[in-house]
């Protein structure tokens, strides 16, 4: 992160919300007006990573075959030969990905779910780890198309940049106008590095009582007087898991609620679709989603929210907050 942020000045946030998902094995889109870094961001994560990096244009023309690869004839030896497209990469840039057409987007649909590609009946294995990392500019301008609701359901994330500071976009003209920033990044993590870091976030417990947590969070957005489309069970796995990575960032080997709550809206908000009536009223996607973090206890028991707090911050036997835990522990 601190390699990246000499490129993406004043944009924490975002860097740390990208590592958060490149720990949890997940695929991040980015969403945002054109000029902001947002192609930037995703290159910089390449480059820091020492792995292959391919990097895909969409573009209306553009074709499946174009993404997964193609069987071609080999004349010389008289059979087809595989060649793989720019998916068989560790860190795939998919870069305005919402300027294709669906079918060239459904093409990433098996890759982004199994980590594999299906061509003519053979299924390829990808690298691992493999990461989509997306661009897409608003649905509103010209030339985008909409991502299918299976696909946005695969990206664990969806971040946006932002302008920068007056402060940081003034570094930015004093230090990148007239030179590429990118160039002279050097990777700063081997692949080999990440496995080990991604192995570490699968062991981060998560008591029976957050995962219920989870759940309950899930189930209320499938209330259908606030959305019309609820969160997946594929949404409640991705929330786990880029939970899990947060509390390692925050150095800690369990989840808290905390973390849930911090990555509730880009881990749940760009699957959910509001009801007819809250798309005719001025409540938005993610002010729903904050009436419902608010309403929805942490613990599915009625405790006072002094107890709760009591439990959360009561220091464990190494000196540590002790994760949340059910009534029968």
Not at 159 to 177: R, V
Not at 251 to 265: E, I, K, N, T, W
Request: one cysteine or more; aromatic letters at 4%.
């Amino acid at each position: 992160m601190q390699a990246m942020s000499t490129v993406l000045e004043g944009k924490a946030e975002a860097l740390r919300m990208a590592w958060t998902i490149v720990l949890a094995e997940g695929h991040l889109l980015i969403e945002d007006v054109p000029g902001v870094g947002k192609t930037l961001l995703a290159k910089a994560l390449g480059k820091v990573v020492g792995g292959t990096v391919k990097r895909v244009q969409f573009t209306p023309d553009l074709l499946p075959s174009d993404v997964v690869g193609v069987n071609m004839f080999n004349q010389e030896q008289h059979r087809f030969e595989f060649r793989p497209g720019p998916v068989f990469a560790s860190i795939v840039i998919g870069d305005e990905i919402n300027r294709a057409s669906p079918k060239t987007q459904s093409a990433l649909l098996e890759c982004m779910a199994e980590r594999q590609a299906s061509i003519d009946g053979v299924t390829h294995e990808l690298p691992n780890p493999f990461m989509v990392v997306a661009t897409q500019n608003p649905v509103d301008m010209e030339g985008t198309y909409s991502l299918p609701e299976a696909q946005r359901d695969r990206f664990m994330a969806k971040i946006s940049i932002g302008y920068p500071a007056q402060d940081a976009e003034t570094d930015l003209l004093a230090n990148h106008a007239g030179k590429d920033p990118l160039k002279s990044m050097q990777p700063v993590c081997s692949i080999d590095k990440l496995r080990r870091a991604i192995q570490t976030v699968h062991s981060v417990t998560a008591t029976d009582a957050l995962r219920d947590y989870i759940v309950r969070l899930l189930a209320a957005t499938r209330d259908p007087s606030r959305f019309s489309l609820g969160a997946s069970p594929r949404a409640g796995i991705h929330l786990l898991r880029a939970s899990r990575a947060r509390a390692v960032l925050e150095g800690r080997d369990f989840v808290l609620p905390d973390d849930v709550q911090a990555l509730a809206q880009p881990v749940l908000a760009h699957r959910l679709i509001p009801s007819r009536d809250r798309q005719s009223g001025a409540s938005s996607v993610h002010t729903t989603l904050q009436e419902i973090l608010a309403s929805v206890p942490v613990s599915a028991e009625r405790r006072s929210p002094e107890l709760a707090v009591a439990q959360l911050a009561t220091p464990t036997g190494r000196g540590r907050r002790a994760p949340i835990r059910s009534a029968g522990e």
